[in-house]
């Protein structure tokens, strides 16, 4: 690059770092705008409103599968039989933190012994979910690292993997606008996934399926229905499926959803049966309440959209009107139809380097490499972008910085 | 006994099935005359109320440790520094259950290894709580009956053991108004256990205060701070408290609390930091508005005494009607200063018999021996009673019935 023009770039760099910002683009939390949309929960279920649809006293205990009439709703929503999807707590991550859990101390239905009992290893589409990745470690999982695809996980790696060792006992998959990438899933790769021979009896996927209503567009992209993939396939036990009303109503205070075929919901409902007499009735009422159905569960996520496409249609004219269209100057990235991520990827070397420089300009992102399982990405190129959160107009001038950074550590590259 | 005093048992019991009642004094739930009391929960917090103290958005992700207000009340209540307490999600089983989770897994601090890796005991105050027990054979720990005493676990038997066998790694105490039988531990008894030798370098005492605020009578037992008891012992990480408000507000819909020394709250909330990105802190504000301060948790427990009080007389005045004082006629009870059970000690070898006669007349009893480890009553002795759920026209005729079928059981056996 021509030294004036670099010199151009550094001048820009430091005009921003003189506006002493303090912007985050980080985490995928929605925004209080976001938040304001389900201000009627404060006040519910309201005097005198204590029982669910059969005349049970949700103030006591009890209730260990969750409110019918709750369950009942996701249940259409994610197409699962209602008998087969529990309505738990406020974190789907809990539940998938205690499903790895209960499967390394008793194993999951089809187990030839508890999965603690020797090393294991987890199939990781890349780049994907830091907690997910922070879920293995801890439970000493080791990371195998596949391509994530814009169709969904590299299948053909996938099976490879799995056919070939039996150590191999899970696969991370966020079906619909995964995180970062907002990649969907197809519905013939989550066939072959469902279908494919693995070595271990006991291989699951973690259908993680945090985004289903998060649509950014006006295509409501349908979710693959993956139980039904997987009975069809003779293997329905491989999934297990997560969803949570988290970025649909409040994060801290929403309702996380457990479903999966007979046998694991069994399994699940009976190690829950030791840990806990019932989840918090009165926080799914008041969800019935708001919700109500369905569709307004569709209605809702509607309203969350018109808050969020402009923030996502900001990260990519900042990204387009510095460094041209995706892939035309050696960056590129997503433009996601649902979800809360750009996931971008710069030249090779440079993502740390990109990072920092925000940082010393006063953004915040998601550290280098937190895409990839034990937080090393081999290209130093991937960053996810996280643009819910802050106002418009911080976004704006975020991703003012974050570009003019990608461009800056290419031209310090070169 | 006279056959014809015998039948005129029988008579009376013909009598009793012929009422076609349908009575439950198995579980300890609180009535909905007492969930009442806590009603303005249901509409709190209301419109516009989403910001702790901190101005922390409490509808949004985060907050591990718990909502700081409702922590300080009760740190205040249960003697412990606040930075050692995390208010957590509504179920103190659950926190139970997870920390024999971490444990299990990746020990606790000072293991050697998991605890998983081996086999391990546990000390069971007997007769004890029937979910304690359920999570020892959930978790594969053996269990070793102990009495439990007036004034607590028996401490010589309780030592003994410990000093001996390093697989002993857990002792289970309910230090206040004990389930079922009422005991309170004397600080005597809990200093000695704090200070106790034993044979593991990690045993732990899961310390589940379920009750103590829980008073039946004028006479508020204060709690016995076995945190600061262990410290000064020097043995500060033994104790693992629990404790919840599910039977101060809504069982189904509380909020729990750990606490423990410092390096075992860091030691939970590193594991709780995998699991959860944090409780559902509106609920919590929502207890800090209706429970205000520590004082007004006192006040609160006393509405509940005063439904709950003249159920626990009414049990005594019926088994006295029947039976003479406690211990005069072979069956012996608790008159529990707190908590919520009466500890029903029948005839050695009748108390299956009570509970299938109470059946058959209609009043469903906690099975004989589920206040044993594995359920079994070595003398078939023991019968826990729930008073607290049915109106007070309900417990008088369920204990009529019960008291009978204690005299008509020992008839039977004499």
């Not at 921003?16 to 976001?34: H, I, N, Y």
């Not at 006293?57 to 409110?67: E, S, T, V």
């Not at 999807?85 to 012994?113: E, I, K, Q």
């Not at 997560?242 to 205070?253: C, D, Q």
Request: glycine residues 8%; proline residues 9%.
């Amino acid at each position: 690059m021509d030294a004036s023009l670099v010199d151009g770039l550094w001048a820009g760099y430091d005009s921003f770092c003189a506006l002493g910002l303090d912007l985050d683009l980080t985490r995928g939390k929605p925004s209080a705008e976001q938040l304001d949309l389900s201000e009627a929960l404060l006040s519910l279920p309201g005097p005198g409103i204590h029982h669910d649809g059969c005349g049970t006293d949700i103030r006591n205990y009890g209730g260990l599968d969750g409110l019918p009439e709750l369950r009942a709703i996701f249940a259409e929503l994610l197409g699962v039989p209602v008998e087969q999807l529990l309505a738990l707590g406020n974190a789907s991550l809990t539940l998938m933190h205690d499903a790895l859990a209960y499967a390394c101390l008793w194993g999951v239905p089809g187990s030839p012994r508890p999965w603690g009992r020797e090393p294991i290893k987890f199939l990781c589409p890349t780049p994907g979910y830091d907690r997910h990745f922070a879920l293995c470690e801890a439970f000493g999982i080791e990371m195998i690292a596949v391509p994530n695809l814009p169709d969904g996980p590299d299948v053909e790696a996938v099976a490879a993997l799995a056919v070939a060792d039996p150590d191999i006992k899970g696969l991370w998959v966020v079906p619909t606008y995964a995180n970062p990438d907002g990649s969907t899933i197809s519905e013939d790769a989550a066939r072959r996934l469902a279908a494919m021979p693995t070595a271990a009896p006991d291989f699951r996927i973690f259908w993680d399926n945090a985004y289903f209503a998060h649509h950014l567009t006006a295509v409501e992209t349908p979710t693959v229905n993956i139980l039904a993939l997987a009975a069809a396939a003779g293997n329905p036990d491989r999934p297990l499926l997560f969803a949570s009303t988290s970025k649909m109503t409040f994060p801290g205070a929403g309702v996380a959803f457990f479903a999966g075929s007979p046998a694991n919901a069994t399994w699940y409902r009976q190690h829950l049966s030791k840990q806990a007499i019932g989840p918090d009735k009165v926080n799914q009422l008041r969800h019935v309440m708001f919700l109500r159905d369905a569709n307004g569960v569709r209605a809702h996520m509607r309203r969350h959209r018109e808050i969020l496409a402009p923030k996502f249609a900001a990260v990519d004219r900042a990204l387009t009107e510095r460094l041209g269209a995706p892939g035309s100057s050696g960056a590129t990235w997503t433009r996601p139809r649902g979800g809360y991520f750009v996931s971008l990827d710069v030249l090779p070397g440079t993502a740390g380097r990109v990072v920092e420089l925000a940082a010393n300009a006063g953004v915040a992102l998601t550290p280098a490499g937190s895409t990839h399982p034990y937080g090393r990405d081999p290209l130093d190129s991937n960053i996810r972008l996280a643009p819910s959160m802050p106002p418009l107009p911080e976004v704006e001038q975020a991703m003012k910085v974050v570009a003019l950074c990608v461009a800056l550590a290419a031209a310090e590259a070169n």
